[in-house]
């Protein structure tokens, strides 16, 4: 059975490769807001996968 972090982990991942969908499409204008409103409910986002997400979608 998968534990609840890891189903988590999962669902997070989903929600950014949406993002990043989304943005290639112009969807959405920036990843970068709904990213730190993911920090700002309490989800974790290492650092390092944060600038990589931000460099996937060409944002700073």
Known sequence: MKS???LNR???RKKIG???IAKKKGIIIEVKPILDQ???QGKRISPILYQEI???AEES
């Open 4 to 6: 609840e972090s890891s």
């Open 38 to 40: 993911f920090l700002s």
């Open 54 to 56: 931000l460099g996937m």
């Open 10 to 12: 999962r669902k997070i």
């Open 18 to 20: 949406l993002l990043l």
